[in-house]
């Protein structure tokens, strides 16, 4: 079971994804901001984020940079979720472990969180 924070503004994807998470038996905390996303994150401890690129606080970009800053060296798997191809190479080096693309596909979700954890 891992402990998973959803970070998306678009409500029915984190619903439809937190609902398929938990039927995995995942514990899920959904945030629909980047500044719901922090907030959780200087709360409770996860073992994977999975977090939109495009929000119209943040973007996950940044988002991905202040949650390394707040949770230091610890293991942290990030993965960034977006709807752009091209948006595969820009994620590289910027704070992300991996990229899904939308829509997630089941199968690569579990594959993902059933990988091992990054060094």
């Not at 970070?7 to 998470?21: E, F």
């Not at 994620?91 to 472990?97: L, P, Q």
């Not at 596909?105 to 579990?110: E, V």
């Amino acid at each position: 079971m891992a402990r998973i924070l959803l970070v998306d503004d678009s409500h029915d994807c984190n619903q439809t994804l937190a609902t398929l998470l938990t039927l995995d038996h995942h514990s899920v905390c959904v945030a629909e901001s980047g500044h719901a996303a922090l907030d959780a994150i200087a709360k409770l401890d996860f073992d994977l984020i999975l977090l939109d690129l495009v929000m119209p606080d943040m973007d996950g970009f940044e988002v991905a940079k202040q949650i390394r800053k707040i949770v230091g060296d610890k293991c942290l798997r990030i993965v960034a979720l977006t709807g752009f191809c091209s948006d595969r190479l820009a994620v590289e080096g910027e704070h992300f472990d991996d990229v899904l693309l939308k829509p997630v596909r089941l199968d690569q979700l579990r594959t993902l969180i059933a990988g091992p954890a990054p060094t």
